[in-house]
């Protein structure tokens, strides 16, 4: 497979990180940057799921409904005392 990259900014970027021996070759950039996008997706749909249903209720068109599940008194059950 032949990647051709257009951007020489882009090239640049590439050829100072193979320069300063942070990689071997681009194959390893590549290969890093992936694996580096791939623990973001994983991170960020486990710890962004509450953030997001959360921005979702609090963008709702309807800012009168109130979301707030009733408080119901179960039956046969002490109170306790803290």
Do not use: C, W
């Not at 990689?23 to 992936?34: N, S, T, V």
């Not at 209720?57 to 309807?62: E, H, K, N």
């Amino acid at each position: 497979m032949t990647i051709e990259i257009h951007s020489p900014s882009l090239v640049q970027r590439l050829t100072t990180r193979i320069a300063t021996g942070q990689f071997h070759d681009a194959d390893e950039l590549i290969e890093k940057a992936l694996d580096a996008l791939d623990e973001h997706a994983v991170a960020s749909s486990a710890t962004e799921t509450g953030a997001v249903v959360l921005a979702a209720l609090q963008a709702s068109p309807y800012p009168d409904i109130d979301l707030t599940p009733p408080r119901v008194r179960v039956a046969n059950v002490r109170e306790v005392v803290l």
